[in-house]
């Protein structure tokens, strides 16, 4: 029983090569092609029906801004309430998370390309680990980019409400991006179902009062925006609008957000890495 470890131990003094070269090589090697899939995956997306839909709405809302900024007295606290909390944080941004989030697993199902992907050699953990780096950096490289045209078109007024929108926007679009993949994961038809939460959770439940909409998204993102814009005076009009928002601070927020992106990319590492696509077959 000794012998082959003798034999073995030989050939790797003679040759000079470490005893564990074939585990660093094969790490080496899904390394390489979790990096190929990453850029696959990028160029895949970004060449997409997404990405014309990206543009179109960018460059609507871009007009917005320009036709906002033609009125008598612009100001940055009327350009978050008028322009940011409506129209980027409550349709663009969940749209945009939608378009990328939700199809860079799902568009996989529906085409049939990902039992050829779920065959190779790269751990499923690692596979997921790619889609979610690659759908966070389009959705958010894409929402912060729209938000900095949006606010340099508004002048003045929209860069002084840059810098204090701008993490929570990140923090927003990550959120997004990973529930929506998530969502894409557990469903056949993840797009369809992501855009059933957003009109029912985020757009009904979203303006309803009281706690329920402490389920959204865009609550918390709303809560930072508040939080962060305290010097514009930001935040729901009169007591009415303020007990039926029942706003939370900006800190609880981001610690909110941040626990559940942690959630939403654990329990989405466990779904894919065990879930059974029967449909590819």
Request: proline share 4%.
């Amino acid at each position: 029983m000794n012998r082959p470890s003798a034999t073995s131990a030989v050939s790797v003094a003679v040759s000079g090569v470490p005893a564990n070269e074939d585990a660093t090589s094969s790490a080496c090697s899904v390394f390489s092609a979790c990096r190929q899939l990453l850029a696959l995956t990028l160029r895949r997306q970004l060449f997409s029906r997404q990405t014309l839909v990206g543009i179109g709405l960018t460059v609507l809302c871009c007009l917005i801004v320009l036709a906002w900024d033609r009125q008598k007295e612009p100001t940055p606290k009327k350009f978050a309430e008028q322009i940011v909390v409506p129209i980027y944080i409550a349709f663009l941004m969940p749209v945009l998370s939608i378009g990328y989030g939700a199809s860079v697993v799902g568009g996989e199902r529906e085409d049939r390309t990902l039992i050829y992907l779920l065959i190779t050699p790269i751990p499923r953990s690692w596979i997921y680990v790619v889609k979610y780096l690659s759908a966070n950096a389009l959705v958010a490289g894409w929402a912060a980019g729209t938000l900095v045209a949006m606010c340099l078109l508004a002048g003045e007024h929209g860069r002084h409400a840059l810098q204090p929108f701008l993490a929570a926007s990140l923090l927003g679009s990550v959120a997004y991006a990973g529930l929506f993949l998530l969502l894409g994961t557990l469903f056949r038809h993840g797009t369809v179902i992501s855009l059933a939460y957003w009109f029912f959770l985020e757009v009904l439940f979203g303006n309803m009062p009281g706690i329920i909409k402490r389920v959204s998204v865009a609550y918390y993102v709303r809560c930072i925006i508040y939080d962060a814009g305290s010097e514009l005076d930001l935040g729901p009009r009169g007591r009415v609008a303020r007990e039926m928002f029942l706003p939370i601070s900006g800190h609880a927020a981001i610690i909110v957000l941040a626990t559940s992106i942690a959630l939403l990319l654990i329990v989405g590492l466990s779904v894919f890495s065990r879930r059974e696509y029967r449909d590819l077959s």
